[in-house]
């Protein structure tokens, strides 16, 4: 399949969910306020969030008002105009000139942290550049021989230290490491204990203090990794470590396997961090750039 198939085949969790109940509520229905009222607490339950199903209502009640939408097919079509546009301009993730690239990968444990890593050093490897991967999480054993063994498999190079060791000595290493051997983009594993724990956020905050220490202007992309299937719970999760260390980019994995791919419009709302790769499956390649009108035409197709 190629990447636009693979996407909508993605999002079919998504489109059953959301998609085709808003199309349910119009056929045959005019657009007044009991199909309107209906609209917003689909929107909603799909994790539109709140105050887009609020602002998409009101457009719709607006052009229908003004005779401009008349039947389902044209609400379908304002949805899509609509959508899209709250969404903007696609900010994918890329590496540039700064020599290494540093990328802190953050998120709880369970989201697919480690396998977004591993994904995104095949990719890069893909593109040409040469990849160190530091084993910051050293709170889990597993964790490091997990990013090991995506090290081995994407052909990229290797720092760690011992299970239980201080994350920020790995950290300092892995690009100090870097530096002396010309690498092209480092990405840093760090622990994912519960986002809600303060002793987690100090020492994010203070590998983020080392990496600045070993390379001025480290990291240079902050990315967040959540999953789509715990919908506003993600949310939450983007806040809280957007308010602790400064998210720069978000990488939302899972969206094949829910029905709440609607957290990406409530991302770019409530917190204006770009969505940069989205996950619609386990192989290699189903981590993919994230193109916002790509992603609407695939919900409505």
Avoid: Y
Wanted: a neutral charge; hydrophobic letters at 45%; aromatic letters at 6%.
């Amino acid at each position: 399949m190629g990447f636009f198939d693979r996407l909508k085949e993605g999002l079919n969790k998504t489109k059953k969910g959301f998609i085709e109940k808003v199309e349910s509520i119009f056929v045959g229905r005019p657009v007044d306020t009991v199909t309107l009222e209906e609209l917003e607490e689909t929107l909603i339950l799909s994790d539109v969030g709140a105050q887009n199903a609020e602002e998409i209502v009101r457009h719709l009640k607006e052009k229908s008002d003004r005779g401009e939408i008349k039947e389902a097919g044209s609400v379908k079509e304002f949805l899509k105009k609509e959508m899209t546009s709250m969404l903007g301009s696609p900010h994918p993730l890329v590496a540039f000139d700064s020599k290494p690239f540093v990328i802190l990968a953050v998120g709880v444990n369970g989201v697919g942290k480690t396998t977004t890593i591993g994904k995104l050093a095949s990719r890069f490897k893909n593109q040409g550049l040469s990849v160190l991967l530091a084993a910051g999480d050293t709170f889990r054993a597993a964790a490091i021989e997990q990013l090991e063994i995506w090290a081995q498999r994407s052909d990229a190079q290797f720092v760690k230290h011992q299970s239980g060791s201080d994350p920020s000595a790995v950290v300092f290493d892995a690009v100090e490491a870097a530096k002396a051997r010309g690498v092209d983009v480092v990405i840093i594993d760090t622990a994912g204990r519960l986002h809600t724990k303060s002793s987690l956020m100090d020492e994010l905050k203070k590998v983020k203090r080392v990496c600045g220490k070993a390379m001025a202007g480290s990291p240079h992309e902050v990315l967040l990794v959540v999953d789509a299937t715990n919908g506003q719970n993600a949310l939450r999760q983007a806040q809280l470590f957007n308010e602790a260390i400064g998210v720069t980019g978000i990488a939302l994995t899972k969206l094949d396997g829910t029905a709440k791919g609607g957290i990406v419009f409530a991302i770019k709302k409530e917190l204006n961090i770009p969505v940069r790769l989205i996950g619609v499956g386990e192989g290699i390649d189903d981590l993919q750039d994230f193109v916002p009108a790509e992603f609407v035409r695939a919900l409505f197709e």
